[in-house]
Nanobody, 123 residues
Framework: QVQLVESGGGSVQAGGSLRLACTAS??????MAWFRHAPGKEREGVAS???????VYVDSVKGRFTISKDNAKNTLYLQMNSLKPEDTAMYYC???????????????????WGQGTQVTVSS
C-alpha cells in the first residue's frame, strides 16, 4: 500500500523559513510534487520534480522555494525561504503512479496524495 506522510509544517513570521518533508512508503515515485490549498482559493501546484531532476515551480515561489528529492530515503523536501502571508495554506505532497512521467504542476498527473501539513505565515 502506497503511503505519503508529510511533516515540517508550522507557524512562522513573514520572512522566515520552513522545510517540509514527505516520505513515501510502499513505492518509489519517479515524479513528485507539492501542492497547496488556501481557504477560498483553488488548489495550486507549487513545485514538482521528475526524471533527471527536472524541476518546475509556480511563478510566485521562484527564488524562494527549493524542491529536492532524496531517492535513497524515498523522501521529498520543500525548503521554503522568505515566506509571505500569502504562502499560508495546507501543503500536500503528491506522487505519480507512473514511472513514465514528468515534472508537472497539474494535479491530475498524480495519483497518490498525503494528508497535508499546515503552513501559517503571519505578518
Amino acid at each position: 500500500q502506497v503511503q505519503l506522510v508529510e511533516s515540517g509544517g508550522g507557524s512562522v513570521q513573514a520572512g522566515g523559513s520552513l522545510r517540509l518533508a514527505c516520505t513515501a512508503s510502499g513505492y518509489s515515485p519517479v515524479c513528485m510534487a507539492w501542492f497547496r490549498h488556501a481557504p477560498g482559493k483553488e488548489r495550486e501546484g507549487v513545485a514538482s520534480i521528475g526524471p533527471y531532476d527536472r524541476i518546475v515551480y509556480v511563478d510566485s515561489v521562484k527564488g524562494r522555494f527549493t524542491i529536492s528529492k532524496d531517492n535513497a530515503k524515498n523522501t521529498l523536501y520543500l525548503q521554503m525561504n522568505s515566506l509571505k502571508p500569502e504562502d499560508t495554506a495546507m501543503y500536500y505532497c503528491a506522487a505519480s503512479s507512473r514511472s513514465w512521467c514528468t515534472a508537472s504542476l497539474g494535479s491530475g498527473n498524480f495519483g497518490y496524495w498525503g494528508q497535508g501539513t499546515q503552513v501559517t505565515v503571519s505578518s
